[in-house]
């Protein structure tokens, strides 16, 4: 009996021994709230360029014009003097830039127009200014003062107005004159003359204008 019971004891003394002691689990890390993304840099703004400013011209020529203004009304400040020409009376009128569409003072038309004889592209000039050049978009002209000086000049379609220096015969005396087309700035005139003429780049154009007053 003692012999049975010392055995049981020992069998339970090694099966205690044998039992592999458990090891309390690692313990996770807390998860990170991960960082928050980096915000891409904003480009530096870009400043807005200023509305550029058109520049009105200031230099002033006292230059011939017609005049149609109507009996009676007020004397137009921009005229100087009064001259005579082969049209009728003829105001001197100081001006920086050529009037179209005025209801004072008239500019001469000349007229630009291609072979179907459809209007291209107009230009006022002094009235009496001979046309001396063609320069792009740019009409040169020659015309006289109130003191009957000879200035060149260049204008374009807006009747802006650059002094140059250009001492060229006037076009009419050396281009082709040719058969004038209807076109409408000229509808009801009688002194309407064309030409081919060749610009200052060499390329030939067609314009019209009115000669002097018979």
């Known amino acids: 009996m ?40 904003k480009p530096a703004e870009t400043p807005t360029p200023a509305t550029p400013t058109a ?18 009304a ?21 001006v920086s830039a050529i009037p179209l569409e005025d209801k004072s003072l008239l500019a001469d038309y000349v007229v630009e127009f291609d072979p179907a004889g459809r209007e ?12 001396i050049g063609l320069e792009g978009q740019w009409l040169r002209v020659r015309a006289r003062d109130s003191e009957d000086k000879s200035h060149e000049f260049r204008i374009d379609v807006a009747g802006r107005i650059e002094s140059i220096a250009d001492k060229a015969q006037a076009l009419a005396d050396r281009s082709k004159m ?33 000669g002097v007053c018979a």
């Open 120 to 131: 291209l592209r107009r230009w006022g000039k002094p009235y009496e200014a001979d046309v």
């Open 55 to 72: 520049t009105v011209a200031t230099t002033q020529y006292v230059l011939p014009f017609t005049s149609q203004a109507e009996e009676g």
């Open 74 to 94: 007020p004397e137009d400040p921009r005229i100087v003097r009064w001259g005579e020409g082969p049209c009728g009376a003829t105001p001197y009128a100081r």
């Open 178 to 210: 040719i058969d004038c087309p209807k076109l409408p700035t000229f509808a009801e005139s009688d002194y309407e003359q064309c030409y081919d003429v060749t610009d200052a780049a060499g390329a030939q154009r067609r314009l019209a204008y009115e």
């Open 2 to 41: 003692m012999r049975v019971l010392a055995v049981c004891c020992l069998a339970a003394l090694t099966a205690a021994c044998s039992k592999t002691p458990q090891t309390p689990a690692a313990q996770a890390p807390a998860a990170s709230t991960p960082a928050p993304a980096a915000q891409p840099a």
